[in-house]
């Protein structure tokens, strides 16, 4: 099949056998912006509801909205703050982690098949995912703290965000990995790719 973005989703479980640079970043690409096309358009429904309160809140109390403009800007603010008008944060990070899931879900095999062109095993794909799964679970509970906790906890801050320098070095490392030229020749997860 010569087009790689329908190959790459009509391979979504077959995590064996090889895939080319040219095989795999078409499909990559377009997992990656569906993913975040769909996960936006989630959050914005996720987030109208609190948006629409907010909108109440600023036409029955006209004095929590701030005005500012200049040259070249115009800018509305609306402090809800006072009104019990809280963005509903469970929603939101159940999306985030549902969107997580189906990012690396639609990745896995086309990641697993590239790593094998290059000669290794498909476990340096995973490289990046325990970082990744760290801060999908610890991330709500420090936001959560935050907003609960008139002391935050900046060890779990901190904790994160390390986690998330050690996630930026894994998953660079990881792209540089997918860049690189597939071995010549067969290797021992099978015939070079067409």
């Not at 010569?2 to 190959?7: A, D, E, F, G, V």
């Not at 109440?56 to 109390?61: D, E, I, T």
């Not at 095999?109 to 995973?126: E, P």
Request: contains cysteine.
């Amino acid at each position: 099949m010569s087009n790689p973005i329908i190959r790459g989703f009509r391979s979504l479980t077959r995590f064996s056998g090889r895939d080319r640079r040219s095989q795999f970043w078409p499909y990559a690409g377009v997992a990656v912006a569906l993913t975040f096309v769909v996960m936006g358009a989630v959050m914005l429904w996720v987030m109208s509801s609190f948006w629409a309160e907010a909108m109440q809140v600023a036409q029955a109390h006209p004095e929590t909205v701030t005005v500012e403009s200049g040259p070249g800007y115009y800018s509305k603010s609306v402090d809800v703050s006072g009104y019990g008008v809280m963005p509903d944060f469970t929603a939101f990070f159940t999306v985030m982690a549902i969107s997580v899931v189906a990012y690396v879900g639609l990745l896995a095999a086309a990641v697993s098949r590239r790593i094998h062109d290059l000669g290794k095993s498909a476990l340096w794909g995973l490289m990046p995912v325990p970082f990744l799964l760290f801060g999908v679970v610890f991330f709500p509970i420090m936001m959560n703290d935050m907003m609960q906790s008139p002391e935050p906890n900046l060890g779990l801050f901190f904790l994160l965000f390390f986690n998330n320098m050690a996630y930026i070095v894994g998953l660079i490392s990881l792209i540089v990995m997918l860049c690189l030229k597939g071995t010549s020749g067969p290797n021992r997860f099978g015939a070079e790719p067409n």
